[in-house]
């Protein structure tokens, strides 16, 4: 059974369409980045799924069970936006009122346990009034996690953390992911964490999401490969497959010969040796950064993964 799923979901204000027919859905386990520019739709789509917010078009299903409007779920726990934290009560107070209010059989046990878990065990018991933003958001996830839910929304959640805590938060959610199979949404700008999270991708892009990959997808998409350019496209490809028998070539639209995994030089000798014209050769790489950058903003979608797809099986279109 799916953990989560949203199916045809849209949000419009006024006549902006912030969420606009987004289908997606994420086994137990999942760990799904949603990436996308400021105003992308990120915080509107996570708060539609939350409840916070109604719908103008389209459905969310929680562990199976559809969702009303503004409905939400005891199988759900979010951190979206600044958490609704009681100044007045200390930290672990705080989460105890969340855990009462879900009924928990055993509520000091696990909130103690999720207080430690977010690392939050040495300011506990001190009013959440004089609390810093790294530590508000780490008791904000506190708040989210505590009835062990199925599904975590976290919307930008290493936002305020110092390194330790990025650390601690991004350990503690593939934990969650991995041991207790939590399906995890995550909108992060930090990219270089949720690489080391995620096992998929979504980008969104003016509401739309514009493309939905695997985290194997946008490591191949963004690993090194060589670049041959030449007047001669067939006959240089003749050439190098028969000097790298083993090597899998693609010939890109431009007529630019790609492979991952050669040496330049030795392309560059069996070139030559064949008198081969050759205008370009170079090593490409690209970091995840980049690689997103130009998803989200740039070229339409057919830009994208798709055009790996030849070579590496591509991303799926939602
Ligand atoms: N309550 C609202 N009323 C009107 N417009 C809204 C409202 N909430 C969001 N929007 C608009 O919807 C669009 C998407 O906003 P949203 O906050 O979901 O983007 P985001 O991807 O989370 O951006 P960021 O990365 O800056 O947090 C924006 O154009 C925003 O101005």
């Known amino acids: 059974m799916e953990a989560l799923r949203c199916d045809r979901l849209a949000r419009v204000f006024r006549t902006k369409r912030a969420v606009d027919d987004v289908s997606l859905s994420l086994a137990a386990g999942d760990v799904y980045?949603?990436?996308?520019?400021?105003?992308?739709?990120?915080?509107?789509?996570?708060?539609?799924?939350?409840?916070?917010?109604?719908?103008?078009?389209?459905?969310?299903?929680?562990?199976?069970?559809?969702?009303?409007?503004?409905?939400?779920?005891?199988?759900?726990?979010?951190?979206?936006?600044h958490p609704a934290v009681n100044p007045g009560l200390t930290g672990f107070q705080n989460v105890m009122v969340r855990a009462l209010a879900q009924g928990l059989a055993n509520p000091k046990a696990e909130v103690a346990e999720v207080v430690e878990a977010v690392g939050l065990g040495l300011v506990a018991d001190k009013s959440a009034r004089g609390y810093s933003l790294g530590m508000k958001q780490r008791l904000g996830l506190a708040l989210a996690l505590v009835g062990r839910p199925?599904?975590?929304?976290?919307?930008?959640?290493?936002?305020?953390?110092?390194?330790?805590g990025v650390r601690q938060v991004r350990c503690l959610l593939a934990d969650l992911a991995l041991?207790?199979?939590?399906?995890?949404?995550?909108?992060?700008h930090v990219l270089d964490q949720l690489e080391r999270l995620v096992n998929?991708?979504?980008?969104?892009r003016d509401g739309r999401l514009a493309i939905?990959?695997?985290?194997?997808?946008?490591?191949?998409?963004c690993a090194d490969y060589l670049c041959v350019e030449t007047p001669e496209t067939p006959r240089a490809l003749a050439v190098l497959e028969g000097a790298f028998p083993d090597a899998v070539f693609t010939v890109m639209p431009d007529d630019a010969i790609r492979v991952a995994g050669l040496d330049a030089e030795a392309v560059g000798r069996v070139l030559l040796t064949a008198n081969m014209p050759v205008s370009g050769l170079y090593v490409h790489a690209r970091d995840i950064e980049d690689y997103f950058v130009d998803l989200m903003g740039g070229a339409e979608v057919v830009d994208g993964p798709s055009r790996y797809s030849d070579t590496k099986g591509g991303g799926s279109h939602a």
Do not use: H, W
Not at 154 to 162: A, H, I, R, S, V
């Open 33 to 81: 980045g949603l990436v996308g520019r400021n105003g992308a739709g990120k915080s509107t789509l996570l708060k539609l799924i939350a409840g916070y917010l109604a719908p103008t078009a389209g459905t969310v299903a929680v562990c199976g069970e559809i969702l009303g409007p503004c409905q939400t779920s005891a199988r759900l726990g979010c951190l979206i936006e």
């Open 150 to 164: 199925d599904v975590l929304l976290l919307d930008e959640p290493f936002n305020g953390l110092d390194p330790e």
């Open 179 to 188: 041991q207790r199979g939590c399906a995890v949404l995550i909108s992060s």
């Open 200 to 204: 998929r991708y979504g980008v969104l």
């Open 212 to 221: 939905q990959m695997t985290a194997e997808e946008v490591e191949d998409a």
